[in-house]
Structures are given as structure tokens and as C-alpha cells.
């Protein structure tokens, strides 16, 4: 298994940025594809950003696609979501994950595995 922390949400102005850690222990944690979903108050699980298990592929929701980065440093079993420019719609519990994806009927799916407690963003407007 994997165990997953993450942390650096808060409380932030529309505009403004804010970077997404999330600490791993448990199994190696560069053999697992790695991401972020959101889920709002009252609303289904969103997905947000994915990396691959060296680093590359990336993928992002069009709903943050231009305004957020995701990355991983294996050496520090971390990812990390940096989103700018957040807006109300932003708010949500944000967790990590260990994703897999494929693509299927013209779309990617993403498969999530293990994931954290996760850490709440809210954006003031």
C-alpha cells in the first residue's frame, strides 16, 4: 500500500495561487502514476491533473488546464499541484492519488487507487 499526506490549502483571493504537496510512504513510490482530483461541496469527484511515474505525461482538466502544474520529485516520494490565478469554482477538497489512466470511447479515464485525507481549498471571490 501507499499512504498519502497531503497538505497546503487554505483560505486565498480569487487571483491568487496556491502549491499542493503531497507526501508518500509505502511502496515505491516512483513506479505509480500520480494525480489530484477535486471534489466540491455537494458535487462528484472531479479530476484535476495526472503525471507519470518518471515525471512525463501529463495531463490536465480543461477546467485548470493553463493555469496549473503538476510535478514530482521521486527522490522526495512528492507531488506537487501549483494552480494560479484561482477562482471560486476552484474551491473544493483537493486529493491525491495513485492513478492509472486509458483511453476509451475518444476519451482519457482515470483510475484512482490510493489516496489521501486531502486538504481544503476554498477561493474567495
Known amino acids: 500500500q501507499v499512504q498519502l499526506v497531503e497538505s497546503g490549502g487554505g483560505l486565498v483571493q480569487a487571483g491568487g495561487s496556491l502549491r499542493l504537496s503531497c507526501a508518500a510512504s509505502?511502496?515505491?513510490?516512483?513506479?505509480?502514476?500520480m494525480g489530484w482530483f477535486r471534489q466540491a461541496p455537494g458535487k462528484g469527484r472531479e479530476f484535476v491533473a495526472a503525471i507519470g511515474d518518471g515525471g512525463d505525461g501529463t495531463h490536465y482538466a480543461d477546467s485548470v488546464k493553463g493555469r496549473c502544474t503538476i510535478s514530482r520529485d521521486n527522490a522526495k516520494n512528492t507531488v506537487y499541484l501549483q494552480i494560479n490565478r484561482l477562482k471560486p469554482e476552484d474551491t473544493a477538497d483537493y486529493y491525491c492519488a495513485t492513478v492509472t489512466w486509458r483511453y476509451y470511447g475518444g476519451s482519457w479515464i482515470y483510475d484512482y487507487h490510493y489516496w489521501g485525507q486531502g486538504t481544503q481549498v476554498t477561493v474567495s471571490s
Open positions: 509505502g511502496r515505491t513510490f516512483s513506479g505509480y502514476g
